[in-house]
């Protein structure tokens, strides 16, 4: 039956329709042809408000909106009157105001004539279906903890940045933020306290921008802002300090703690760095790396150079994937020497990649690479059965048990693996545990000292030695160093390269020395390429040394024929003459008339032509007095003896001078540098008296008698 033959039916089908439209969730409305309503059905009065005595005899007017214009309903009733029926969404108002979506039917009933005889509408609220649908957008587009836009929304916004800076002629850019340090407060403080931060954070940056920016949450602690509508690309500058400033004031946690955030801002702008969204997106991510490896709390604006640099970095993890699948890494050894029998006692292994068409590449060009994509730890594991299986080789050739020591990066300590990779390869080759040495650096070590000393004493357990690598250039903690089951200490190169003439450089060295030895470890100085800076160090007791003064890193198969031919360390035998003096002056001619008139007097005399030539004699010889010249071109001669006084504190030094340098001597005097001073020209017995008893002012305060070997 027809909707319009329900209208004029009675008894039992009336019944039926009756209970129909007082049970569908639907309004329906029903008006004569003057748009008089005549009924209505409890789901109307739900939905508009209105009573039924509020709306019968009144006009369906009464819940217009006012949302759409003439032309909408002209084009309405234009559909009803030629179809007999229209269709559509509109928005209609409740009686409390509120003004709601609907879908509306309208269609015309007929009599049993075939004539319009009334309006039926039938609607459906579309509030809830209007809500459901703008939560699933917002979850679509939107980041559920801070409510900004996510990458999906961001990269839509960016898009018409974009097009409208190209139709403006404006600039626009694109900021990456990324929290410094975030992982640690999460690590420290759970995660609940980490998305508190993130939220605090995301309400201080938003008070700091324009309604017009664009400020969203990719994921973790980065943030992406665009900045639209620029005037020059300098603006960005501003923004990323104003971002900066924003978050120097601590926070405060639930618990009533304080805590401060830093950040890293990477800055594209349009058009200079692409006119894309996606470029512009890796851009800025490239710069904020580049921000953060600088040492973070900084901003870092996108250049074709960081953009090759990346390039280039892609290329080489591939190529690292490849070198390890490949096998193309190999190991050089470079010997370590002991100081007082010159005899090669060990090796480092380090590590070489045979790159196809690149030839052989050195670590630096690559180990920072494989840091980041974490290919370290398979390389560093490689590195650990590679050495182990030249050890095992070298000793089946009847070489002997040859200590070798490996560099282990920060990741790989840290990762759970490296106790078992460690105590597997030891025991798969057959290997002794105490010949093998993991060299640590003290910054790794420092950046979790109590995990570091859970991790290093687990090692030791299994029975390898430990060595602490450049020491010295960290901030070890004199408490954990003492902790830290440590066997070796390795001086750095950096105080190494300048030990025969620098003092700050040699004190640091000797120090080391003495604090090692105090706690019963070897040294190994590294980098020792001159035979001062070897006798030096021999005379300040340094147990081993390597470096390119005695070999550069070779293949296992040369460092093989090293140890076979017994290839020594010159100068290891430091025999002391009985009495040793060193005279320095820039004047040839004085020198040689010092050499006549001392001839006689016993001594083994060595003489420099400056200051620099007398530190590296001092450094590869014992002697006990120093004389030497004030006026010297490049050195003076206190600034020398000032030296020798930190580098060689039991040597006695004098100066000869002139008369008119009476107030540098004397304050040379008054600051210890020198012992005594002679005037030119000298009387020659009394300098002959003045150097004996030099000799015998030292023999003194020392007890040493020059006899005998130079205690070591």
């Not at 969204?277 to 870092?300: M, N, P, S, W, Y």
């Not at 020594?568 to 001619?589: C, F, H, K, T, Y």
């Not at 590869?620 to 004389?627: E, G, I, S, T």
Request: net charge negative; charged share 25%; glycine share 8%.
């Amino acid at each position: 039956m027809t909707f319009g033959k329900m209208l004029w039916a009675d008894g039992e089908e009336l019944r039926i329709y009756a209970s129909i439209l007082a049970n569908t969730r639907d309004a329906v409305i029903i008006t004569d042809l003057a748009l008089k309503i005549l009924a209505v059905n409890p789901a109307f009065i739900e939905i508009t408000g209105y009573t039924e005595a509020e709306v019968i005899g009144e006009h369906p007017r009464l819940l217009k909106s006012g949302r759409h214009d003439r032309a909408f309903y002209k084009d309405m009733w234009a559909s009803l009157l030629k179809k007999g029926q229209w269709q559509g969404e509109l928005w209609n108002r409740r009686k409390n105001g509120e003004i709601y979506p609907e879908l509306l039917t309208i269609t015309v009933v007929y009599n049993e004539q075939g004539d319009p005889a009334h309006y039926v509408g039938v609607s459906t609220d579309l509030s809830q279906l209007r809500l459901d649908e703008e939560r699933f957008q917002r979850l679509v587009h939107y980041d559920s903890l801070t409510g900004l836009p996510n990458r999906m929304l961001l990269e839509v916004r960016l898009q018409h940045t974009l097009e409208r800076a190209s139709r403006d002629g404006t600039w626009a850019a694109v900021l990456v933020i990324d929290l410094d340090c975030f992982k640690t407060i999460n690590d420290s403080y759970g995660y609940a306290v980490g998305d508190i931060l993130l939220v605090a954070v995301t309400r201080r940056l938003q008070a700091r921008l324009r309604q017009e920016d664009t400020l969203s949450r990719l994921a973790g602690d980065q943030f992406v802002l665009v900045l639209e509508a620029l005037h020059e690309y300098q603006e960005s500058e501003i923004v990323a300090a104003t971002i900066q400033e924003a978050l120097e004031g601590p926070f405060t946690l639930p618990d009533g703690g304080k805590i401060y955030v830093r950040a890293s801002v990477g800055i594209s702008v349009y058009p200079q760095n692409g006119d894309k969204v996606q470029d512009l997106l890796i851009g800025a991510e490239t710069a904020v790396h580049r921000a953060k490896e600088l040492g973070g709390r900084q901003f870092c604006y996108y250049t074709s150079e960081l953009n090759v640099q990346a390039r280039a970095t892609l290329d080489m993890e591939e190529a690292l994937r490849q070198a390890l699948e490949q096998e193309e890494f190999v190991l050089y050894y470079q010997p370590k020497v002991d100081l007082r029998s010159g005899q090669i006692v060990g090796a480092e292994a380090l590590v070489r990649w045979q790159r196809p068409d690149f030839g052989l590449v050195p670590p630096l060009e690559f180990i920072h690479a494989a840091e980041k994509t974490g290919l370290i730890e398979v390389l560093g594991a490689w590195v650990i059965r590679d050495a182990c299986r030249q050890m095992k080789a070298w000793l089946e050739k009847g070489l002997g048990e040859i200590k070798v020591a490996v560099n282990v990066s920060a990741r790989q300590f840290r990762s759970s693996s490296l106790e078992d990779v460690v105590a597997k390869t030891l025991a798969h080759y057959e290997v002794k545990p105490s010949d093998l040495m993991l060299e640590l650096t003290e910054s790794m070590l420092m950046e979790e000292p109590e995990e570091a000393v859970a991790r290093m004493t687990a090692l030791k357990r299994i029975g390898v030695r430990l060595s602490l690598d450049d020491f010295g250039t960290g901030y070890s903690s004199l408490a954990y160093l003492s902790r830290f089951p440590i066997d070796q200490m390795k001086i750095d190169i950096s105080f190494v390269r300048n030990i025969v003439t620098d003092p700050g450089s040699a004190t640091i060295a000797t120090s080391v020395i003495a604090l090692a030895h105090r706690m019963r470890l070897g040294v190994v100085a590294e980098g020792v390429e001159t035979e001062a800076q070897a006798g030096y160090l021999r005379q300040n007791n340094c147990d081993e040394i390597q470096g390119y003064l005695f070999s550069k890193p070779v293949p296992a198969e040369e460092f093989a024929e090293l140890v076979r031919q017994g290839v020594r360390l010159s100068g290891q035998e430091a025999v002391r003459p009985s009495r040793a003096l060193l005279v320095v002056d820039d004047e040839i001619g004085i020198l040689e008339v010092l050499q006549r008139v001392l001839a006689n007097e016993g001594y083994k005399i060595f003489t420099a032509a400056s200051a620099c030539e007398g530190l590296e004699l001092l450094a590869k010889n014992p002697v006990q007095v120093v004389l030497s010249d004030q006026r010297m071109p490049g050195m003076s001669g206190a600034e020398f003896l000032s030296r020798v006084k930190i580098l060689y504190p039991d040597a006695v030094r004098m100066m000869l001078t002139g008369y008119a340098e009476f107030d540098t001597l004397a304050q040379a005097v008054n600051e210890g540098a020198i012992y005594k001073f002679l005037t030119k020209p000298w009387e020659v017995d009394q300098l002959r008296t003045q150097i004996r008893e030099a000799f015998l002012y030292y023999e003194e305060v020392t007890g040493y008698r020059g006899e005998g070997v130079y205690p070591k």
